[in-house]
């Protein structure tokens, strides 16, 4: 039919050219974000790419939703300020009857959403996470490239490597910063080498000297070494932490039910119903006066979007902290944005036909 595919081409279009500009926004943040965490020792510079790729994976589904919502409604509110909506209306057509070519559109990319959710949203974190640990777990020495002056993680170490070996654990010409207010030392010597002992990273300088300065009182002392110890670090083998939640399987989720597992599994259910419902909102918050150059409509979607997807966060965290459960907060929150958008069709769709009415009236008595 000429009226379905009409609609469902003008869609297409917008949701590509949204999809675009959201992607190229939001990628340039998250750049921004992944460099600086490369520059504050957080992350290995040579992973950045890498993470950044996981980081965007992790945004996508947000991304595919808000551009159908903002396509939806920019689509339908062109189709109001140039009349066209007049025309289908005068057709016989309601707006309910948009609600079929829209979902005809955008199917594809409600389960492409829906995958990205359930299975490689976990897959993406669960990688972040293991390139960031992995990178954390390296000892502050094993960071140093040689020639560059290099903090620890919690800055209070500074240290210098004028040569290293290939295998990364020694050096000629070792400088090491130490900073422990109120005491400073410099410890310089002509080699070093990691060893591991016991549960503790330790670097092991020979033929060097060792200079500390107390500034609480003032005093100096300089003494020379034939080797001296410095503990750099526990070793990289250490207990392992809770996984985080959003790294487990969507499987996984399911068969463990605890309140985070929950919160987690609401969120990534509740954000797939969140694109649905919002098509819906947006077709019924599309509407607008042809004759007044506003975009008040536009403006009051975008307003909806942030409040239902910080409705989508805040129900997360209400069930991860035990204070509602996962299906009666899923009903309420989404079972509540369904009907508000097939209330809000209603509402619009009946306004039309009480227009059409109106104008036919109007014209009976002209006649």
């Known amino acids: 039919m000429i009226f379905d595919s009409t609609v469902r081409r ?38 950045v790419v890498l993470l950044l790729g996981y980081t965007a994976l992790g945004y996508l589904p947000m991304m595919l939703g808000l551009s159908l919502f903002v396509a939806v409604v920019v689509t339908l509110g062109r189709m109001y300020r140039d009349s066209e909506m007049v025309i289908w209306f005068a057709s016989g057509l309601g707006l309910g009857r948009f609600v079929l ?79 422990r207010p109120p005491l400073e030392s410099v410890v310089s010597a002509r080699s070093g080498r990691l060893a591991n002992e016991g549960a503790d990273r330790v670097l092991s300088l020979e033929h060097g000297q060792r200079n500390e300065a107390d500034s609480a009182t003032g005093s100096r002392t300089l003494a020379s070494f034939e080797r001296y110890r410095v503990l750099v670090g526990e070793t990289a083998a250490r207990s392992a932490e809770e996984a985080p939640a959003k790294t487990l399987a969507t499987l996984d989720l399911m068969r463990q039910v605890t309140p985070r597992h929950q919160a987690e599994l609401a969120w990534r259910f509740g954000m797939l119903m969140a694109a649905a419902n919002l098509l819906l909102l947006g077709i019924g918050l599309s509407a607008t006066e042809p004759r007044r150059a506003s975009n008040w409509n536009l403006l009051l979607a975008l307003l909806t979007f942030v409040a239902y997807f ?3 966060n805040l129900s997360q965290a209400w069930i991860a902290a035990g204070r509602f459960a996962m299906a009666p907060t899923l009903l309420w929150l989404h079972g509540g944005a369904l009907a508000l958008g097939l209330a809000l069709i209603w509402w619009r769709d009946h306004a039309a036909v009480r227009w059409r009415l109106g104008a036919r009236r109007r014209a009976g008595r002209k006649a």
């Open 310 to 312: 910080n409705g989508v």
């Open 101 to 179: 070519p829209v979902l005809q559109m955008a199917w594809p990319v409600l389960a492409v959403t829906a995958a990205l959710l359930l299975f490689v949203w976990p897959w993406g974190n669960r990688s972040s996470v293991e390139l960031r640990s992995r990178y954390e777990q390296r000892t502050d020495l094993s960071r140093v490239a040689p020639g560059v002056f290099q903090s620890s993680r919690d800055g209070s170490r500074v240290f210098f490597v004028d040569r290293a070996s290939q295998e990364g654990v020694a050096g000629h010409h070792v400088f090491v910063l130490t900073r």
């Open 10 to 47: 003008e869609l297409a279009r917008s949701f590509g050219a949204t999809l675009v500009v959201i992607l190229t926004i939001v990628i340039t943040m998250m750049l921004i974000r992944t460099l600086g965490m490369a520059a504050g020792g957080e992350v290995a510079p040579e992973d």
